[in-house]
């Protein structure tokens, strides 16, 4: 039987081998089609882009910003003729729909101090629009060039949503290069120490590595078709290690356990097959049910983090159930090569004292689980309870890559006092039946709607087709075609109103303005009744995403909390064990999410991590993401202590013997798999990202909390008080017992 089973494995294994070398390649080309914009489906801000684009058919729907220093004024001759020069070059170039400048509409907000800058509209029919920013790149440094001649501190340089995105994407890369570099080595390390052996060590790191590739290359394919975030890499890259040595660390330790007892190779990777096997589905299953609940969130960025998530936990169990089994049969006791000096005599001595060590621990626990609870129940309680002062609003710090020559030209922008052009919100107004256009009252609407936002105090300028045609409708038809497609509808109903904030006015502040003006709504701003206001730009998007998020928070929880109930009422036939795991995962998380608050947000210790006097809130993307990891990680040594228990207690053991027992045979490895955890995530706290460096961050302490104080403290006790219930009311009498290493001994 267990050669059939072995040989079955073998086949399955080498099907899935094949498969994995196939699509690896594909994995080196990920990065190019994964995206930084963050799409929020069904929102106004999306809505506006794509009336914009069909209604308008505006040449600006996606733009960037030439930030122009070191020429004479554009509105001096002199300047006006470099401008030219700049205008014509840029109007030739493949890929622009569109060029305005002072030239065009002579408006001051062209004139800052000390520079200008040009609006350039992107339109690329080869992949996204991000792909023309090398191009334009190159095209500013050529201008560059040509002009340093005459004007030696000439000094040209892109910024605006889309080439900041393209530098986010170019640190996104270089953090996960980053953490690759000081994670592996780090890793490696850990797992000689807790292997004793380079072979032993080596095998979960090559599922690590060969989980994240394989994502990365399904990736790849997904994001041709759907949008996927840049945070695919990051995650990817980060769980990939984490899980994939998590799992293949928990079916090597049990191997080796088989071996020591005698079994030779093929028994022991079936029996560890056998054993591990189903631990890690339940565990998976846990795990990618929070990243399937993130999949009903319409943002790209979440959706984009489910995907990923969901295709690393399935080919990271996919491996260790298949490929890590057959490797094992064929090492056997080679399993142990390459051990270090002095370890072949101390592995089983070292394992004895260290199982005796957490036995007597079992016992302590066990022994006063009321104590324990308080002792180790309270902090956790104390920390969750920064989660009432948790604000998702966006950060105040500039969390922007500082060396990128988008965050330069921006802080050029702030310095002319011109950088809302960057921020400003995209008002689209639409009247009932007046054309703009064609009648006086609809113009007059829009005149008056245009002056109403001019005198808020928190705009610095508006342009609409009433201000470009100073409040006079017969000059319209002087305009040029391409601002009447900027500004105007095809049909004349519909008018785009480009309200730049002021220089002084934060981001937080602008998505406060958004709302304000979604609530006032469009016939009391008009006066017009029937009349339909959209507003889009970055400071709605924010809007937007932050509305989603917490509107989408409560019913991604009941998913998480209902689905992982469900596996694991399934996976232990225990009505206690799976709510008992449900509440302290919720601990878990609700500590973590805390720490995170309490450091990053409050800026407690936050310049130890490249954050000085914190951020004063916290991405919205993040609760939620840490929220459906955390919960699934958690899960983890939850699953791998009570599969253990209940194994003891299957054997025959009391409940006062089958803790500590339990406790003695996983508390080593949930130890050694949440150091290596701990590496992984914090690695990324390291990097320029400040997204996932909040992620990484909020994962870490997750895992430091739920390996220590929860699984090793809190959890034995909530066992021992629970006695016989914990496995009511089909734990313990699941038939068909599966044979143990005790069996052979």
Not at 119 to 145: D, F, M, R, W
Not at 212 to 235: C, D, E, G, Y
Not at 409 to 426: F, P, Q, T, Y
Request: charged share 15%; glycine share 8%.
């Amino acid at each position: 039987m267990i050669s059939a089973m072995h040989a079955r494995r073998f086949w399955v294994s080498g099907v899935v081998l094949i498969a994995v070398l196939a699509v690896l390649p594909f994995s080196f080309h990920a990065e190019r089609h994964l995206e930084t914009a963050t799409r929020v489906e069904g929102s106004q801000a999306e809505t506006v882009r794509q009336e914009l684009s069909t209604r308008f058919r505006s040449p600006f729907v996606d733009r960037v910003v030439l930030v122009v220093q070191g020429l004479p004024s554009a509105d001096s001759d002199e300047g006006g003729q470099a401008l030219e020069t700049i205008e014509s070059r840029l109007k030739e170039e493949s890929g622009v729909s569109g060029v305005v400048s002072y030239l065009d509409l002579r408006d001051p907000i062209f004139l800052g101090k000390g520079g200008t800058f040009v609006l350039i509209g992107l339109a690329s029919t080869e992949g996204p629009v991000e792909s023309l920013v090398p191009k334009l790149h190159q095209l500013a440094g050529s201008l560059e060039n040509q002009l340093r001649g005459r004007y030696p501190a000439v000094k040209l340089e892109l910024t605006g949503e889309i080439p900041l995105n393209f530098d986010i994407r170019k640190s996104s890369a270089a953090d996960v290069r980053r953490g690759e570099s000081l994670v592996i080595p780090a890793t490696l390390a850990l797992l000689v120490v807790a292997f004793g052996s380079f072979v032993a060590a080596l095998i979960p790191l090559a599922v690590g590595q060969l989980a994240i590739a394989t994502t990365l290359a399904i990736t790849s394919f997904l994001a041709q078709r759907w949008h996927l975030s840049i945070l695919v890499q990051n995650l990817a890259t980060m769980l990939g290690l984490g899980l994939g040595i998590d799992y293949a660390l928990l079916m090597v330790s049990r191997f080796r356990e088989a071996i020591a007892a005698g079994f030779d190779g093929p028994e022991a990777s079936v029996l560890a097959a056998r054993q591990a096997g189903r631990t890690l589905l339940i565990s998976a299953s846990t795990v990618a049910i929070g990243f399937l609940a993130l999949l009903t969130v319409p943002i790209s960025e979440i959706r984009s983090i489910g995907i990923a998530g969901v295709l690393v936990a399935g080919i990271s169990v996919l491996l260790t159930n298949t490929l890590v089994p057959v490797v094992l049969a064929w090492l056997g006791p080679r399993i142990d090569f390459g051990k270090l000096p002095f370890t072949a005599k101390l592995d089983a001595r070292r394992a004895a004292i260290t199982g005796n060590r957490w036995r007597k621990w079992g016992k302590l626990i066990v022994a006063h689980p009321w104590m324990a609870l308080i002792l180790a129940g309270v902090p956790l309680l104390l920390l969750a309870g920064q989660v009432r002062r948790l604000d998702t609003s966006v950060p105040r710090v500039n969390w922007l890559p500082q060396a990128a020559e988008s965050v330069s030209a921006l802080n050029a922008l702030e310095r002319m006092d011109r950088s809302g052009i960057v921020e400003s919100l995209r008002v689209m107004v639409e009247l009932p039946e007046d054309s703009i256009a064609q009648t006086d009252a609809g113009w007059n609407a829009v005149d008056h709607f245009s002056k109403q936002l001019a005198s808020d105090p928190r705009c610095a300028r508006v342009i609409s087709i009433t201000t470009i045609a100073e409040s006079d409708r017969s000059s319209l038809g002087s305009l040029s075609r391409e601002t009447r497609r900027t500004f105007l509808s095809s049909d004349g109903r519909a008018a785009l109103l480009e309200v730049v904030p002021a220089t002084s006015v934060s981001l937080r502040e602008q998505v406060k303005w958004v709302r304000d003006l979604r609530k006032t709504g469009a016939p009391a701003l008009t006066g017009i009744p029937g009349a339909t206001l959209l507003i889009g730009g970055i400071p709605a998007l924010n809007a937007d995403y932050e509305a989603i998020v917490v509107k989408r928070f409560p019913s991604v929880t009941a998913l998480v909390v209902g689905g992982t109930l469900l596996a694991l009422l399934a996976g232990f036939r225990s009505v206690f064990a799976a709510v008992k795991a449900i509440v302290l995962n919720l601990l878990s998380v609700a500590a973590s999410i805390g720490a995170l608050v309490f450091v990053f947000q409050e800026g407690h210790g936050s310049q130890f991590l490249g954050v000085p006097g914190g951020t004063g809130s916290v991405f919205p993307l993040v609760p939620i993401v840490a929220f459906a990891i955390v919960f699934g990680l958690s899960m983890d040594y939850e699953v791998f202590l009570v599969a253990r228990v209940l194994e003891a207690r299957k054997s025959g053991m009391s409940e006062m013997d089958a803790i500590p027992e339990g406790l003695a045979r996983t508390a080593g490895l949930i130890t050694s798999a949440a150091a290596i955890m701990i590496v992984v995530f914090a690695a990324f706290t390291f990097g320029d990202f400040l997204v996932v460096k909040m992620i990484g961050f909020t994962l870490a302490v997750a895992v430091l909390i739920d390996a220590t104080i929860v699984r090793i403290v809190i959890g034995p006790a909530l066992l021992r008080v629970a006695g016989d219930w914990n496995w009511w009311p089909g734990g313990l009498g699941a038939a068909g017992q599966e044979p143990t290493m005790a069996d052979h001994e």
